[in-house]
């Protein structure tokens, strides 16, 4: 647990309230990135509590939903706050996508992503119906099907919520699904992004995109080694080769 704080940035809370929850949220997406790089560096991708934390602290590394929000929900626990994981479907406009692609994070009566990409700085409450002011942007919470919820930002649909408590093996056929499937995003192509203070910054391949206070900047890296620099020096990431796209066959 110190050494998962102290890889964020945090110090220990003094009680698992609201206001530790922001602070944990927040510093965790400025420090551990949203990436795929073990998909295309031939890394397996194992779903147990301790790999997820040793991947994150030891190898000061990030992940995609599934890794990123089950090591929080790991942290989380181990502070004492009560932690449920919920399975999402994600909206390609008005499709869905399949079940168990998304992995959040219920917390009391917060709900906690720190898995989605772009997406809150802070956790959004389940239980507010109307406009949730963000840094990230303007989020709703509606009432879906099934008692379901959708999770709306800037006014288009992003997610549809289940609000039955799940297991992080429940989630072992999603993840195989988006790091093997042809037809998965995660397998066609490469992304490394994370919160800053003023913006984001993400890697995409070889284009450096950086956001700061509004402003767009994005640059082609030039050779490998411009590359593995950008990793370094952008998320903290040693890598030994550049991840490249491989789609597998199918």
Known sequence: MDA????IGAGRPVRPDAEALRELH???QRTVPFENLSIHLGEDITLEPEALVAKIV???RGGFCYELGGAFATLLTALGFEVDMLSARVFAGDELSLPQDHLA???GPWLVDV???GHTHYPLRLDERGDQADPGGVFRIAEAPEGDLDVFKNGRPEYRLETRSRKLGDFEAGCWWNRTSPKSHFTRSLVCSMLTDAGRVTLSGRSLIRTENGERDEREL?????????????FGIELDRVPE???PAG
Do not use: K
């Open 4 to 7: 998962y704080l102290a890889r």
């Open 26 to 28: 927040l510093r965790h």
């Open 245 to 247: 796209v491989s789609p």
């Open 58 to 60: 030891e190898r000061r």
């Open 105 to 107: 994070l219920r917390v």
């Open 115 to 117: 898995g989605f990409g």
């Open 222 to 234: 030039g050779d490998d080694a411009d590359v593995l620099g950008a990793y370094r020096t952008w």
